[in-house]
């Protein structure tokens, strides 16, 4: 099996930063690509920020204030996040595309999510 664990989050007042992790564990060969979606209450889950070996991806709605990176081991992923403002607040939640073993089929992980909330 395959296990994603997020921490971070919590309250910030706009303007603030925090920051995200995520780390995958278990049955892993290699991990293809990790990231970020988030979904605020009534909305449909979103994109945040995506990455692989060679590229980043960012919702536009973040570029310039999220940074994504991952850890040495790249089973970790972070994203750090500054200028937060209210529209920022949602449930986040870690994804990763895993290959359990070499030649498998990758399959997609989630993790629980963790809450942000950007509020004065």
């Known amino acids: 099996q395959v296990q994603l664990v997020e921490s971070g989050g919590g309250l910030v007042q706009p303007g603030g930063s925090l920051s995200l992790s995520c780390a995958a564990s278990g049955s892993i060969f290699r991990v293809l690509v990790m990231g970020w979606y988030r979904q605020a209450p009534g909305k449909q889950r979103e994109l945040v920020a995506i990455?692989?070996?060679?590229?980043?991806t960012y919702a536009d709605s973040v570029k310039g204030r999220f940074t994504i990176s991952r850890g040495v081991a790249k089973n970790t992923v972070y994203l750090q996040m500054n200028s937060l403002k209210s529209e920022d607040t949602a449930v986040y939640y870690c994804?990763?595309?895993?290959?359990?073993?070499?030649?498998?089929?990758?399959?997609?992980?989630w993790g629980q999510g963790t809450q942000v909330t950007v509020s004065s």
């Open positions: 994804n990763a595309g895993i290959e359990r073993s070499a030649g498998w089929t990758p399959n997609n992980y």
């Open positions: 990455i692989t070996s060679r590229t980043t």
